[in-house]
């Protein structure tokens, strides 16, 4: 299976996003800094995310990102298609040339679990991973952390 940090990183920063994003829009410096991703990473990624219509970018101070509609309505799949990124299990990317431009023995196999592991994240969303208690206990611990390095940083 191809699913790179690229993906990975996208779903995490887009969850983290829909978790803080309340009243304001949320600096890419912050989820940079609690999901431990680069800032350029992050900045290219949601480059992507923003001309594919899941994020909204606010100018100026104050500004950062948000979702561009609810949480329940961005399923996991299309993040990771945002990003250029592909759930798939195959070595010929899909197009059936994987031994002697025809398709190998086993190519039904890996394209049907490449359908099933593509069904399994369009049906869920950001929202019905906000709703697991796991995830904003991680969410939170986060933010203590994030916190307290801010408060032993001087100049802050």
Not at 32 to 45: F, T, V
Not at 64 to 73: D, I, K, M, T, W
Not at 100 to 118: F, V
Not at 134 to 152: F, S, Y
């Amino acid at each position: 299976m191809r699913l790179t940090t690229k993906g990975r990183y996208a779903v995490t920063a887009m969850l983290d996003l829909a978790y803080h994003s309340g009243q304001r829009p949320v600096a890419l410096t912050d989820i940079a800094k609690r999901q431990d991703i680069s800032l350029s990473y992050l900045e290219q990624l949601f480059a992507k995310l923003r001309r594919a219509g899941m994020v909204i970018g606010i100018r100026g101070p104050g500004g950062g990102y948000q979702l561009s509609r609810p949480a329940g309505e961005i399923n996991i799949a299309d993040i990771i298609t945002a990003v250029d990124e592909s759930v798939d299990s195959t070595r010929c990317g899909g197009k059936g040339n994987c031994q002697n431009n025809q398709p190998c023995l086993t190519h039904a196999l890996w394209m049907g679990l490449s359908e099933q592991i593509h069904n399994y994240l369009s049906g869920i969303t950001l929202g019905d991973l906000l709703a697991q208690s796991e995830i904003r206990e991680v969410a939170c611990r986060q933010d203590q952390a994030l916190q307290r390095g801010m408060e032993e940083t001087p100049f802050n």
